[in-house]
């Protein structure tokens, strides 16, 4: 395609959220389309296939033309991954996508961005582009693959790994205490926050619609196995004898329940304000606490991420928090354009000279 042709709006129709003003009238288009022709070089076994499959079979269903559609990925295993989708992308610095991916979609409104990262990249080096991203709350969908290890590297801990794991940087074991990427997230305030599972393709996908249709910055934490240096990490959650018991999938407006079958508890309200899993027959109706994804607050969504703990007891599923705030590239379009009206036109190379050589310089010598 021509340089003119590279991402240009199509119409002003309606598309997804986070690119209004993208109609979506791509023609027919299938997972086919999005694969690209490079070949995968994942370890046999790795989790990232199954994600790798079940965005290249969701892409379709955006409505965008591919040219539309650009992923932004830092270093590490999962940052191959735009070298495997037929849209455009970047393969950027360690940490950095999401600095590069702001820039991306604050100059160009006409782009769905993409980044995808890594418990590594993101949340070590990458971390304090991560949480400013989060809080400026930028037109970004962030796929973070949690296998609580770096692999790409052989085997270090991450900062999701377990106090106490051992690995070739911590042959005695960790003595940090790890991050919980949701969390961190709802900390810096994001406007969408979810968890899924890479091995629960359905759950996955419906994740994944969830946050391409929210306008602002969605993180989806992806729990994602890694078999060469972390095997087995999840297996308490993916183990189908105890995916019942563990799990606890968040629905919006409904009680938030967990445990075996012969032994379900719902979450309360403690005396002391704290969340605890109390016997069904134990919470009463002004204690339930029910999931509220779009409250504005995400004091309650925070303290149900850290039911989360080491020993995967009960693991909550879904999405977080989903609301609605202004975006950070729109409000910086909304002043150039302001800027514009108020110089009466169309910037010129004078405008931009006189803004270069204004009060604030002076010439030396």
Known sequence: MTAVEIGMPTTDGAGLA???????????????????????????????YIILAAVQGFLP???????????????????????YLDTYGVHSIHGRAPAIATGLA??????????????????????????????????????????????????????????????????MGSVDRPFNPVSLALGAEATFVARTLD??????????????????????????????????????????????ARLVHLAAGEPIQGGPPDDRRTLVRGDDGGLVFVPDAEATADRVVRHDPSADDPSQAFAISRLDGPDMTHV?????????????????????????????????DDDLDALLRGRDTWTVG
């Open 106 to 171: 604050t100059s160009r409104e006409d782009l769905s961005v993409w980044v995808v990262t890594g418990d590594g990249d993101a949340l070590s080096i990458g971390g304090n582009h991560l949480i400013h991203a989060l809080r400026r709350n930028v037109n970004l969908t962030i796929l973070l693959f949690n296998n609580k290890i770096y692999g790409l590297t052989k085997g270090q801990y991450s900062p999701t790994s377990e106090t106490g794991k051992i690995t070739k940087s911590t042959p």
């Open 61 to 83: 269903e955006l409505g965008l033309r591919r040219e539309n559609i650009v992923f932004v990925s830092g270093i590490g295993c999962s940052s191959r991954f735009p070298y």
């Open 199 to 244: 091995s629960d393709r359905k759950h996955l996908v419906e994740v994944l619609k969830a946050a391409a249709s929210h306008r602002g910055t969605a993180l989806v934490e992806i729990y994602q196995n890694c078999p060469i240096f972390n095997d087995g990490a999840f297996d308490l959650i993916k183990d189908r004898s105890q995916q019942e």
């Open 18 to 48: 986070h690119v209004p003003h993208l109609a979506a009238d791509a023609p027919v288009q299938s997972k086919r389309d999005f694969t690209s022709d490079q070949e995968v070089r994942w370890c046999p076994g790795c989790g990232d």
């Open 316 to 348: 909550p599923m879904g999405i977080f928090r989903s609301v609605d705030r202004p975006t950070y590239d729109d409000g910086v379009r909304a002043q150039v354009r302001a800027a514009t009206d108020t110089a009466g036109g169309p910037a010129t």
